[in-house]
C-alpha cells in the first residue's frame, strides 16, 4: 500500500514562530503536492515539486516556502506564521504526470495563536 | 483562471441513488478525477474519467461530457458510510497537478 506519512497530525505554533511540516512517501513517486484545506475554499494548492531540488508555485504561495533534498520527502516552511494559516495542511504524492491518481496524507491541523 | 462549481451539501437516503454534479471550466484539461474525503481523514481516489461516457466501478459511476465542460459521480445503493465529502478536481494540462472544487458534502440518512 501507498503509504504517504505527515509528521504530526495536530500542532500548535505561536504568531511569527518558523514553522516545518513534514511528508514522507514511500513509493518512488516523482511529484508531490502541498495544499491547505479551509472551510468553503477546498484543497487549494501551495506547493508542488516533480523532482528532487525542483519546485514551482501553486495558487497561493505567499508566506510559505518548500524545500525537496530527497525524493521521498517534501517539507512545507512557514517563514513566519501568522493567525490566516491556521488550516489543515495535506500533503499527496503520485507518479510523473498529471494523469495518475494522487495519494494523500492524513493531514496536519495547524493552529496559529 | 480555474473554476469548478459543485453543490455545497446533498443529502440522500439509504438504498437510494444519488448523483453530484460537477461543471468545471480551466485553461487546459487532462481528465476529470473524483475523490472522497469523510471527516477528519485524507481524500481517497475514487475515478478518473479523461474521455467522454460513463466509467462503472461497483455501486459508483463517473460520468464526464468534456464539450460542456461536466461531470457526474452516481452511487448506488447507498449505505451510511457514504457519508462523506466528494471532490472533484480537474488534471490541469502542462501544469502536473490538480485543481479541485471545494466539495460536496453528502449525509446519508436512514
Known amino acids: 500500500d501507498v503509504k504517504v506519512t505527515q509528521s504530526s497530525r495536530y500542532l500548535v505554533k505561536r504568531t511569527g514562530e518558523k514553522v516545518f511540516l513534514e511528508c514522507v512517501q514511500d513509493m518512488d513517486h516523482e511529484n508531490m503536492f502541498w495544499y491547505r484545506q479551509d472551510p468553503g475554499l477546498g484543497l487549494r494548492l501551495i506547493y508542488f515539486s516533480y523532482d528532487v531540488k525542483m519546485k514551482e508555485k501553486g495558487d497561493i504561495p505567499e508566506g510559505y516556502s518548500v524545500s525537496r533534498e530527497k525524493k521521498e520527502r517534501f517539507s512545507l516552511i512557514l517563514e513566519s506564521a501568522s493567525t490566516n494559516q491556521t488550516s489543515m495542511y495535506l500533503c499527496?504524492?503520485?507518479?510523473?504526470?498529471?494523469?495518475?491518481?494522487?495519494?494523500f496524507g492524513q493531514g496536519t491541523r495547524l493552529t496559529v495563536v | 483562471g480555474q473554476n469548478i462549481d459543485q453543490p455545497t451539501e446533498m443529502t440522500a437516503t439509504e438504498g437510494a441513488i444519488v448523483q453530484i454534479n460537477c461543471t468545471y471550466q480551466t485553461s487546459g484539461f487532462n481528465g476529470l478525477f473524483w475523490y472522497q474525503q469523510h471527516a477528519g481523514e485524507a481524500p481517497t481516489f475514487l475515478s478518473y474519467?479523461?474521455?467522454?461516457g460513463l466509467e462503472e466501478k461497483g455501486r459508483f459511476s463517473s460520468f464526464l461530457s468534456r464539450s460542456k465542460g461536466y461531470s457526474y459521480l452516481l452511487l448506488k445503493e447507498l449505505q451510511m458510510k457514504d457519508s462523506a465529502s466528494y471532490l472533484c478536481a480537474v488534471g490541469l494540462t502542462g501544469a502536473n497537478n490538480l485543481f479541485f472544487g471545494t466539495g460536496t458534502r453528502l449525509t446519508v440518512i436512514p
Open positions: 474519467n479523461v474521455l467522454d
Open positions: 499527496a504524492s503520485s507518479f510523473e504526470g498529471v494523469r495518475t491518481e494522487a495519494f
